[in-house]
T-cell receptor
Framework: KNQVEQSPQSLIILEGKNCTLQCNYTVSPFSNLRWYKQDTGRGPVSLTIMTFSENTKSNGRYTATLDADTKQSSLHITASQLSDSASYICVVSAGTSSSGTYKYIFGTGTRLKVLA | GAVVSQHPSRVICKSGTSVKIECRSLDFQATTMFWYRQFPKQSLMLMATSNEGSKATYEQGVEKDKFLINHASLTLSTLTVTSAHPEDSSFYIC??????????????FGSGTRLTVV
């Protein structure tokens, strides 16, 4: 069964601190993994996308890692800011380009709150 | 990058009326669009998948007669909540599937619509 699990469910940190969010998946065939940031009352915005062969990808203070062997991904936020307070959603795509059919499996998200 | 424009961003309607939400893909063609519903502090729940020129595919438990989806063109999909009731109050988000020249996939989200039925 295709599943995506995220941890922790929620997290509170002080401004300026670093944090790491986890995403474990059991999805086959794996196509790619995306991390999204969703501000309250807004649609999710893509932070990073990683394919099978990519181990790490950065977008400013956000760095995502992917271990395809253990089927784990992490999102590391450096020097957190108040504006980082949001939900972070891991989405794994299952499918192949040959079939042209993809299925998207959502994690339940991690709610991050950054305090001043 | 590819942008999906969704509107209205907020709508308040009276119980029993219908509300239409539009989702447009800008600068790209979206043969497949997805409609999600999100309750407070919960993740997105897929409601239906709309394919241009054909009937939408609804997830189990989603009433197709209540949530009408139309995907008449490659750049526009609409979700109409018919005979809305207070329990339909929620955050509705659309997304469009992107297909890269290399054959990879992904998608981008609209900004969401906050529906409040009073």
């Amino acid at each position: 069964k295709n599943q995506v699990e995220q941890s922790p469910q929620s997290l509170i940190i002080l401004e300026g601190k670093n944090c790491t969010l986890q995403c474990n998946y059991t999805v086959s065939p794996f196509s790619n993994l995306r991390w999204y940031k969703q501000d309250t009352g807004r649609g999710p915005v893509s932070l990073t996308i990683m394919t099978f062969s990519e181990n790490t990808k950065s977008n400013g203070r956000y760095t995502a890692t992917l271990d395809a062997d253990t089927k784990q991904s992490s999102l590391h936020i450096t020097a957190s800011q108040l504006s980082d307070s949001a939900s972070y959603i891991c989405v794994v795509s299952a499918g192949t380009s040959s079939s042209g059919t993809y299925k998207y499996i959502f994690g339940t998200g991690t709610r991050l709150k950054v305090l001043a | 990058g590819a942008v999906v424009s969704q509107h209205p961003s907020r709508v308040i309607c009276k119980s029993g009326t219908s509300v239409k939400i539009e989702c447009r893909s800008l600068d790209f063609q979206a043969t497949t669009m997805f409609w999600y519903r999100q309750f407070p502090k919960q993740s997105l729940m897929l409601m239906a998948t709309s394919n241009e020129g054909s009937k939408a595919t609804y997830e189990q438990g989603v009433e197709k007669d209540k949530f009408l989806i139309n995907h008449a063109s490659l750049t526009l999909s609409t979700l109409t909540v018919t005979s809305a009731h207070p329990e339909d109050s929620s955050f509705y988000i659309c997304s469009a599937r992107l297909t890269s020249p290399s054959g990879g996939d992904g998608y981008t989200f609209g900004s969401g619509t906050r529906l409040t039925v009073v």
